[in-house]
C-alpha cells in the first residue's frame, strides 16, 4: 500500500508534458534492505579472518627463511633461559610457567657483523642445548634483504653443528 502520491513532469522530444504519478517506496522493501545489511554485516563479523597469534606469526617467518634463506656460518655465543615472569608474554598470559630458552649467535654477512638471538623454547625437542657451548660453529640462515633477520633452527632445518 502506498504511503503518498506526487507528480513527476517529464518533457517528451515532441516537446509536450508528461504527468507521470510517484509513489513512495513501501515499508516492506525498507525493510528487506535493512535485513539484507543486518545478514551481510553478521556474515563478516562471523567469517573475517582470526588475528594471528605471535607463535603463528614466528613459525611463518622461520618457514619462510627456510624457504628463501641464505647460508653462512656463525658461532653460539650463549644459551640464556630467562625466568617466565621476567618475560613479556608471560605477564600478558599470567600463567608462564616455563623459561624462555634464548640461543644467542653472531655471524657475519658482507663485512657487517650481526649478533641475534632466537626463541627456541618450542624447538629443544630438534636439539641438545647442553651441548650448545660458547664458541659452538653454526650455520646461520639468513635474509638477503634484510641480513638481520635470521636463525639458526627451525622446525625443518638445523645449523647446529654438534
Not at 25 to 37: D, E, M, N, P
Not at 43 to 66: C, G, Q
Not at 113 to 137: F, K, M
Not at 150 to 155: F, G, H, L, Q
Request: overall charge positive; hydrophobic content about 40%; some cysteine.
Amino acid at each position: 500500500m502506498p504511503l503518498a502520491f506526487g507528480k513527476v513532469t517529464a518533457y517528451a522530444e515532441s516537446g509536450g508534458k508528461l504527468q507521470v504519478p510517484l509513489e513512495m517506496i513501501s515499508l516492506r522493501l525498507y525493510t528487506l534492505v535493512l535485513g539484507a545489511i543486518g545478514v551481510a554485516l553478521a556474515s563478516y563479523a562471523l567469517l573475517r579472518r582470526k588475528p594471528k597469534s605471535a607463535d603463528d606469526i614466528e613459525r611463518e617467518r622461520r618457514t619462510w627463511l627456510n624457504t628463501i634463506g641464505r647460508i653462512t656460518d656463525g658461532t653460539v655465543i650463549d644459551v640464556q633461559e630467562i625466568d617466565a615472569q621476567q618475560t613479556d608474554a608471560a605477564k600478558i598470559k599470567g600463567a608462564g610457567k616455563h623459561p624462555a630458552i634464548m640461543l644467542i649467535y653472531q655471524y657475519d654477512v658482507a663485512g657487517v657483523s650481526y649478533e641475534a638471538s632466537q626463541d627456541v623454547t618450542y624447538l629443544r625437542q630438534w636439539i641438545n642445548l647442553h651441548s650448545c657451548r660458547l664458541g659452538l660453529p653454526t650455520s646461520v640462515k639468513y635474509d638477503a634483504r634484510n641480513p638481520g633477520n635470521s636463525m639458526v633452527i627451525s622446525e625443518g632445518w638445523i645449523g647446529l653443528r654438534q
